[in-house]
């Protein structure tokens, strides 16, 4: 497995009004979140909250109409996905959205070996429900993947608005497992509003995959309700990545208007986005340097 410093794991601590001590390398000397201007780019570097995590904005996902370990991204074939993946890193795309459930995870392995691990955030997520299933999945993934540390673990699609007093023994072994330094930071990847809502009361939730869009494209309410969720999760410190801005396909022709919306929220920190072209990919990043301009 790729190896990484244990010390890489200890959380940044704030130093003076905005200052932060970054844990990986190329975040050292790249600036933190759009310009004064308020113009916006793809590879803007990004603090997640305060998890300690800092990222591009925009992350390359693999889940679209992902179920049964397959997406279409991961029908594309190995070749064509990873050169996708590698075309993102190098436009400064280093945030990589995967999951269990898409069976995106070779090739995320494969791009990495032409990628250093250190220069790339990894998030992953598991639909396990149970401790002992969650200890099996965090130890699969890390192989999978071959590295020893999972950037982001998410809970993946909750629904029950209950899921915290239902899963505390699982939230436990995650919990352990980033004191092994097998995970940097975790949390929840949320499919309803009553989940989402308690995602936001936790304290133990740091990091929040929401739907997220001007049109209320299958999100898990109107923008109305949704939006002040995030916003309270933001001012929490969670970090908050967006998902589903072009509403499961259903507004994609609509993504300039979906990017005004998300990006002037002040409370979406990044989003991911799948792409299943070269030329999808830089049309969107082109979409979002224009917002703001």
């Known amino acids: 497995m790729i190896k990484i410093d244990r010390r890489t794991f200890i959380r940044s601590a704030l130093a003076g009004a905005g200052a932060l001590a970054l844990p990986w390398g190329d975040n050292s000397t790249t600036a933190l979140l759009a310009s004064p201007t308020g113009q916006y780019s793809a590879a803007d570097r990004v603090m997640l909250g305060n998890s300690g995590i800092v990222t591009s904005r925009l992350a390359v996902g693999s889940g679209t109409h992902g179920t049964g370990k397959s997406s279409n991204q991961t029908k594309l ?56 299933g969650m200890k099996a999945d965090i130890e699969r993934f890390r192989k ?11 809970l993946h699609y909750l629904t029950d608005p209950l ?24 949390g929840v990847s949320c499919h309803d509003l009553g989940a989402l809502k308690a995602a936001v009361a936790s304290d133990w939730v740091e990091v929040i995959l929401a739907r997220i869009n001007h049109a209320g494209a299958e999100m898990d309410g109107v923008p109305a ?51 299943e072209s070269l030329a999808e990919m830089d049309d969107f990043i082109g979409k979002v340097s224009a917002t703001g301009a």
Request: glycine share 10%.
């Open 77 to 132: 074939g190995l070749d064509k996905f990873v050169s996708l993946i590698r075309h993102g890193y190098e436009r400064g795309v280093t945030f990589w959205d995967m999951a269990d459930h898409y069976g995106s995870h070779s090739h995320y392995r494969e791009a990495l070996k032409s990628v250093p691990r250190e220069k790339v955030t990894i998030l992953t997520k598991s639909m396990t429900r149970d401790a002992a």
């Open 225 to 275: 309700e949704v939006a002040p969720v995030l916003k309270e999760a933001h001012e929490k410190g969670k970090g908050v990545i967006g998902m589903k801005l072009a509403g499961a396909g259903r507004i994609r022709d609509q993504l300039r208007e979906s990017l005004d919306y998300v990006l002037g929220l002040g409370s979406v920190d990044a989003f991911t986005m799948g792409f």
């Open 163 to 186: 899921w915290i007093s239902k899963m505390q023994a699982t939230m436990d072994v995650i919990s352990q497992a980033r004191e092994q330094g097998h995970i940097r930071t975790f």
């Open 144 to 154: 999978e993947l071959n590295t020893d540390t999972l950037d982001i673990l998410l």
